[in-house]
């Protein structure tokens, strides 16, 4: 086991979604700290040194305290050294949001250049890496989809070709029709909203068109016509971090913390005190187009 001094604590919504009991497949029925990863230095150990700058993933419970705290007691396995360099909060900040973008794009779907991007939701930590990773990997035309016009402006400015409002009460083939007109045809998308803007943006992919499912934000339910799944020959896959091993991510966790390093990604921080959790708990809720960290020591 691991001891760490917590310098970083990310404030995911997944927290939000175990807590209220409203996540898929984790319920916890008794009271527990939250927290699902942090950067920290490491107080005693039996695997790593201690004084090193370390990234966990901790698996919070009513028995397994989480991050938002000032130390955390985490298995060996669940424990990455941090490259020579990286801030802390940044190194945080793109931890689960990284993974979430990186693995769906790159391992999952198979990115190669040229190809063109969608991003459903591209205005949250995970949609704002994903429009950035996949403008560093090559593709040819990236494209952000979201509700926000002043968030999705910002998206230019890190790599999306064209953005495309998410419209109240708006049909869905009508934001097909215009997500067709930014995008053309996709051959990948990266979805974290579900709901109506997939079943929009599923008519715009292109043959043989891979999807991954990292969230539901525009709701838990979409209809998925068989004649376009088997008509242009679609691969859908849903990816869940949590249910991922460390050891798997390490990969993608190393390339994001070096594009973090030569300053290739970027993701807006809200640096906050454990004593203010509770207000950027709330404002978490919100759809903030930020990442909340907690830092204890502050």
């Not at 989480?66 to 940044?90: K, N, S, Y």
């Not at 190669?112 to 403008?135: C, F, K, N, S, W």
Request: hydrophobic share 45%.
């Amino acid at each position: 086991m691991s001891l760490i001094e917590v310098i970083a604590a990310p404030l995911n919504p997944l927290d939000l979604q175990i807590a209220s009991g409203g996540f898929h497949s984790v319920r916890h029925d008794s009271p527990y700290v939250p927290g699902s990863e942090c950067v920290g230095v490491v107080v005693d150990s039996d695997r790593h040194p201690s004084g090193t700058l370390v990234y966990a993933e901790c698996h919070a419970g009513p028995t397994t305290p989480g991050a938002f705290a000032t130390r955390v007691l985490v298995a060996d396995d669940d424990v990455l050294t941090l490259p020579e360099g990286i801030d802390p909060v940044q190194a945080a900040a793109v931890g689960n949001s990284g993974v979430a973008a990186f693995i769906p794009l790159v391992e999952i779907a198979g990115l190669r250049a040229g190809e063109t991007v969608l991003v459903l939701g591209a205005t949250g930590a995970v949609g704002q890496l994903a429009v950035q990773i996949a403008h560093q990997r090559g593709a040819g035309r990236v494209v952000g989809v979201a509700r926000d016009p002043e968030a999705l402006a910002r998206l230019r400015s890190i790599g999306a070709d064209a953005v495309v409002e998410v419209r109240a009460g708006e049909a869905t083939d009508e934001l097909a029709t215009r997500i067709r007109e930014a995008a053309g045809s996709a051959d990948v998308v990266l979805d974290c909203l579900y709901g109506a803007p997939l079943e929009a943006a599923l008519q715009t992919c292109a043959q043989r068109a891979r999807i991954v499912n990292v969230g539901h934000q525009a709701g838990p339910t979409a209809v998925i016509p068989a004649g376009t799944l088997r008509g242009r020959q679609l691969t859908m896959t849903g990816f869940a971090g949590l249910h991922t091993p460390l050891s798997e991510k390490r990969d993608a966790l190393n390339w994001i913390w070096g594009a973090v390093v030569r300053g290739e990604l970027h993701v807006v921080v809200k640096s906050v005190p454990l004593t203010e959790l509770p207000a950027a708990w709330r404002a978490q809720a919100t759809s903030p187009h930020a990442k909340h960290v907690v830092a204890p020591s502050r």
